[in-house]
């Protein structure tokens, strides 16, 4: 959740679209671990998993474009 919050301050609405994929993905996840068929987890994992690299790749977005304004003196 904390690269939500870091995310949303560069792109709000892809951090947002994001968020909820990946939120979306892990109750599906936990649905098919709580049936005991390793099967059913794979559903919510793919779901999951673009909105978790869509949240790394905004937070890396945002860090890069604040390493650019640094100044070395």
Do not use: E
């Not at 919510?44 to 640094?70: C, E, Q, R």
């Amino acid at each position: 959740m904390a690269m939500s919050l870091v995310g949303g301050a560069f792109l709000p609405i892809p951090a947002a679209v994001c968020t909820v994929s990946w939120t979306i993905g892990r109750v599906i996840y936990a649905r098919g671990y709580f049936t005991g068929d390793p099967d059913q987890r794979v559903y919510g994992y793919s779901l999951s998993a673009p909105g978790f690299a869509g949240l790394f790749g905004i937070n890396a977005y945002g860090a890069i474009k604040m390493l650019k304004n640094v100044r070395v003196v």
